[in-house]
């Protein structure tokens, strides 16, 4: 079956320790993204990526780093810059860049500072 | 900048039909989508408008307005699983045409 996982599903770090979050698609598709999600909030984009070896900061990179060496992976390290890590990452992919592409969404990881 | 509106929470009864309003502002904008999320899941793709008018899949309709700025999706015969969060999301001719999604409607379906 194709599709985005992500791993772990719950995760938890100590103040001060950097972590980094797995997202694997096997759609084949170009193009792949980085949400965070706050309780009642909508999904803001940290990175993207829309072609190995080449990724864009989003809207609130600051305390994140990713890399694409891989079609394949697009794995988010969260910092210790990172002010308020505690939060929902969701991982996105789609066939290709840009508008009206659906973005298939995996279910996420739920990162809790402590 | 993006920025979009939608009402926080709506209540509806199972078998209704309900109507959710996104108002947008962007430059450049290209189309609007609109996204499912039940609590602690993924979002899911539901419908995208890029030229005015309604546009119907199933149970879901979506309409836009790019003359207005406006957007709707139109949930009919409500389901107790369409309770769930509905985003929408602006797509525009800015750098790498990202989506921008909005806050989110909570939808309650209720007996």
């Known amino acids: 079956d194709g599709g985005i996982t992500q791993s772990p599903k719950y995760l938890f770090r100590k103040e001060g320790q950097n972590v980094t979050l797995s997202c694997e698609q096997n759609?084949?598709?170009?193009?792949m993204y980085w949400y965070r999600q706050d309780p009642g909030q909508g999904l803001r984009l940290i990175y993207y990526s829309q072609i190995v070896n080449d990724f864009q900061k989003g809207d609130i990179a600051e305390g994140y780093s990713v890399s694409r060496e891989k079609k394949e992976s697009f794995p988010l390290t969260v910092t210790s810059a990172q002010k308020n890590p505690t939060a929902f990452y969701l991982c996105?992919?789609?066939?290709?860049?840009?508008?009206?592409?659906?973005?298939?969404f995996g279910p996420g990881t739920r990162l809790t500072v402590l | 900048g993006q920025s979009l509106e939608q009402p926080s929470e709506v209540t509806a009864v199972e078998g209704a039909i309900v109507q959710i309003n996104c108002t947008y502002q962007?430059?450049?904008?290209?189309?609007l989508s609109w996204y499912q999320q039940h609590d602690g899941g993924a979002p899911t793709f539901l419908s995208y408008n890029a030229l005015d008018g309604l546009e119907e899949t199933g149970r879901f309709s979506s309409f836009l307005s790019r003359s207005d700025s406006y957007g709707y999706l139109l949930l009919q015969e409500l389901q107790m699983k369409d309770s769930a969060s509905y985003f929408c999301a602006v797509s525009a001719r800015t750098g790498a045409n990202n989506l921008f999604f909005g806050t989110g409607t909570r939808l309650t379906v209720i007996p």
């Open positions: 996105a992919s789609s066939p290709r860049p840009g508008q009206g592409y659906e973005q298939f």
């Open positions: 759609l084949n598709h170009d193009a």
């Open positions: 962007t430059s450049g904008f290209y189309g």
